[in-house]
């Protein structure tokens, strides 16, 4: 299985401790800031439905915005109840502005 | 502090004072939650030209009328009152009282009043909160009466409130969510006073939810547009069983207030907004049947504007959308064949998900998945109690018609 990578979005349209949510085919995620570095995690929180980039940044956690349950940015670990099931984690570069996810083809 | 979409009440109240009535939710969130722990009696009565409403979270109190067929409230725990716009009122605690008020967004136009002992108003003094803050008006108007204002910390709450407003606003809006909204001066400068048509109501939170038949029931009959509608939404899957799970959208906000929970992702005094598109219910593997919660869902019905709802049904096996529509939340579905009374119009947000879950299960093509094939059990309705409301609503429309009819029939001519 390789690793293709994908344009997700232009770096500095990403604010630091900020997220945003990008679709790539069938894949939801949240691409996020955290202090110049990005990562990106599985977008859609897997106890409820919402958005996990419309949640708060807290340190290197992601707090869910609907029911503050929290994600690890870097790995996509669920920490905090009710999340008990983790997030896919998706290898990210930065090439000039443009951020790239990885999805296994 | 910096403003979230969910606090805990109780951790943030000693932090509060006596008619601090602090924004506690992010700037862009209607309606607003404003946070007060009062011990003393408010030194004037409160008009707000939009409805407002308010919720008693410890303590008791009582909240005084003017110009209005209602004199006074006693209030205890679980208390709601709905305030209608242009009712003067005032708040008398007894004990100390931890409320939160309903507020617009944008209030517009609010003031603050003295009444003699015959009921004749005194002296009023109004400001538009789009130039200036609550707390900075009280100050202004007590200090002018020479009321003493040392048990109130108004102007550091004002300074509280306008640095948090700006912290908010220059923070990066979130992915999805429109920036707020700057607040338009209004034309008017006097708040007209409350219909007689529209008085003041309470009811109780720990009461109501005892007789009430739906998982979301509006605890006021107030539900026309710029109304704040509370609903009590009581969740116990352990008795009623499977909850099952459903996505609701949304193009205003719920604001969530908890009143008593255990083994819950809420907490007592919990107070969220989720996103507009939100689960809901427990999705299958990740069920607790230990789970209590007795909750407040309010919304506030959209003004000028469409307001949209979706309900969506999703493969139990993939997460695929199986089923999913779109309703004006303004219109009452009325396919129960019958004209509907005005006075006794259900709540589309109920009436709608009744329906929507009845085409769903009433057929197994709209219950298989198209992505993995799956064949999805029946929605379980009955938990959410949806249709029993719908049936109800009709059903006390019908009878109300009925009487009115027999009291107009000729033999009582």
Request: net charge negative; with cysteine.
């Amino acid at each position: 299985m390789s690793v293709e990578f994908h344009r997700a979005a232009a770096a500095s349209k990403i604010a630091p401790d900020t997220g945003l949510h990008v679709t790539i085919g069938e894949h939801e995620i949240a691409l996020f800031n955290l202090g110049g570095e990005f990562y990106a995690i599985g977008g859609i929180c897997t106890h409820g439905a919402a958005r996990l980039a419309e949640g708060y940044v807290e340190g290197e956690l992601i707090e869910c915005p609907q029911h503050a349950g929290t994600f690890e940015i870097k790995t996509g670990r669920a920490v905090d109840a009710p999340c008990t099931v983790d997030v896919p984690h998706y290898p990210v570069k930065v090439e000039g502005d443009a951020v790239l996810i990885g999805i296994e083809s | 502090m910096r403003r979230k979409n969910r606090f805990d009440t109780f951790k943030e109240a000693p932090n509060r004072g006596s008619y601090d009535d602090f924004p506690m939710l992010e700037l862009g969130i209607d309606p607003q939650l404003h946070l007060s722990r009062n011990t003393v009696a408010q030194p004037f009565f409160l008009i707000c030209e939009q409805d407002t409403v308010l919720a008693q979270l410890s303590g008791e109190a009582r909240i005084e009328f003017r110009n209005s067929s209602v004199n006074y409230f006693n209030l205890a725990l679980g208390d709601y009152v709905y305030i209608p716009g242009g009712t003067p009122h005032r708040i008398l605690p007894k004990t100390e009282s931890i409320q939160l008020r309903y507020k617009a967004e944008h209030p517009g136009l609010e003031a603050v009043a003295w009444y003699d002992d015959s009921g004749a108003e005194i002296e009023r003094v109004t400001w538009d909160c789009a130039d200036e803050l609550p707390q900075e008006a009280y100050l202004r108007a007590c200090t002018a009466r020479d009321i003493d204002v040392s048990p109130f910390r108004w102007a550091e709450v004002a300074k509280e409130i306008r640095e948090t407003e700006a912290a908010e606003r220059a923070r990066p809006p979130k992915d999805g969510v429109p920036p707020p909204k700057t607040p338009r001066r209004r034309n008017a400068t006097a708040i007209a006073p409350a219909s007689d048509e529209k008085p003041p109501l309470k009811n109780n939170v720990y009461l109501f939810a005892r007789v009430a038949t739906s998982s979301l029931n509006p605890l006021f009959p107030y539900t026309e547009p710029g109304a704040i509608v509370p609903c009590t939404t009581l969740q116990d899957p352990s008795d009623r069983g499977e909850m099952g799970y459903f996505i609701h959208s949304n193009t205003v906000h719920e604001v969530n207030v908890s009143f008593g929970a255990r083994d819950s992702y809420q907490i007592p005094g919990g107070c969220a907004v989720g996103p507009f598109t939100h689960g809901v219910g427990q999705k299958a593997g990740q069920e607790n049947s230990k789970m209590i919660n007795l909750a407040v869902i309010t919304q506030r019905q959209a003004v000028d504007e469409p307001q949209h709802e979706a309900f969506a049904l999703t493969c139990a096996q993939c997460g695929e959308v199986l089923f999913r529509r779109e309703y004006d939340a303004h219109a009452f579905p009325d396919v129960l064949d019958d004209e509907v009374d005005a006075h006794i119009i259900g709540l589309p947000t109920i009436t709608q998900s009744a329906v929507t879950s009845a085409v769903f299960n009433a057929d197994e093509h709209n219950r298989t998945c198209g992505k993995c094939g799956h064949v999805n059990s029946p929605f379980p309705a009955a938990y959410w109690g949806w249709d029993e409301y719908r049936r109800r609503t009709y059903l006390i429309s019908l009878t109300r018609r009925i009487m009115r009819d027999a009291a107009n029939a000729p033999a009582h001519a």
